[in-house]
């Protein structure tokens, strides 16, 4: 039976000419894993793109093989659109989305295994204020002496670094919180799988867990992804990242693309770190940089460059 790539008639790769030489280095250094360190202005979805659209045209995946990972919808849509436009055929069926849009697809395929059913809710922020709110007044605790935005906050973090309610009983914020993080978080988790719901953290801590402890569906999402490409890079948090490390812990073809000068996002939880440490992560790394800018001008380029150069956690 054909792929669904047999099925199409390809264009000659006429899409590579426009590109410079990192950039064209970045697009054919298909297998595996790459990081390609891309400022503000230098063509970094251009590579992108061009590096989906190369990997279909050479057949090394069929689209539904390919997980490509963005940090808005607005921009997994815009790089969709770009590679059809380079392939002059339509990819749908590709994996391509924000951490938590695929979260959400996978969840609702496996759902009932982890005691929910496939149209489960996913509550917003103001949800789950009165979730926790619930949940504290039924322990009957002081809202005033223990702050529910405060322990949605904690929650949200213990979810950014993989942990359960059992599992942060050492943690600073359980222990400065006499113990009361642990219980509240238990209840607000107790809470949300009877009414058939998750919240945001729980869109990648549960896909996560899920394939930790069940090594066929590990099996199968690491046969399916053969190719995985990240944007946004710098922007991943802990649980991010051990998510991505456990999908191409198999085939190891990763590409992560993204700039350590621009990691501002350390307050939602965002680890600089899983940039820096790309290398030791995956063997046999290829690290490629583009360094020609297209949109400031020189004047700009010196300052920020001047500016920049004091930061010492960088690539």
């Known amino acids: 039976m054909q792929s669904d790539i047999e099925k199409i008639s390809l264009p000659e790769p006429d899409f590579l000419e426009n590109l410079n030489s990192q950039q064209k280095e970045a697009v054919t250094n298909i297998d595996g894993p790459l990081l390609v360190l891309s400022g503000a202005g230098t063509g970094k979805t251009r590579v992108l793109t061009t590096r989906l659209a190369n990997i279909i045209f050479n057949k090394k995946a069929k689209i539904s093989e390919i997980l490509s990972v963005t940090f808005t919808n607005k921009a997994a849509l815009e790089m969709k659109q770009r590679v059809e436009k380079i392939l002059k055929f339509p990819i749908e069926g590709m994996f391509i989305g924000t951490f938590h849009s695929i979260g959400v697809r996978i969840l609702r395929k496996h759902a009932e295994l982890l005691g929910l059913k496939s149209d489960f809710t996913i509550l917003d922020k103001e949800d789950q204020l009165r979730l926790i709110k619930q949940v504290m007044s039924s322990m009957n605790l002081d809202t005033k002496n223990y702050i529910p935005k405060n322990f949605l906050y904690m929650i949200d973090q213990m979810k950014n670094l993989g942990f359960f309610p059992n599992e942060i009983s050492n943690h600073e914020f359980d222990i400065k919180s006499n113990g009361k993080l642990s219980e509240i978080y238990s209840f607000y988790q107790e809470r949300l799988k009877n009414f058939n719901s998750v919240d945001f953290g729980d869109l990648i801590l549960l896909p996560l867990n899920l394939m930790r402890k069940n090594k066929e569906i590990l099996e199968f999402y690491s046969n399916k992804f053969k190719y995985i490409l990240v944007d946004e890079y710098q922007d991943t948090n802990f649980i991010q990242s051990k998510w991505l490390n456990l999908l191409s812990e198999k085939n190891k073809n990763i590409c992560c693309v993204g700039d350590d000068d621009q990691s501002i996002y350390s307050w939602r939880g965002a680890e600089i770190k899983n940039f820096l440490e790309f290398d030791q992560i995956y063997e046999n790394t ?21 500016l920049i150069s004091h930061n010492q956690n960088r690539v």
């Not at 940089?289 to 001047?306: D, F, G, K």
Request: glycine share 0%; proline share 0%.
């Open 286 to 306: 290829k690290v490629i940089r583009l360094e020609q800018n297209y949109r400031s001008t020189q004047n700009i380029l010196s300052v920020a460059s001047e």
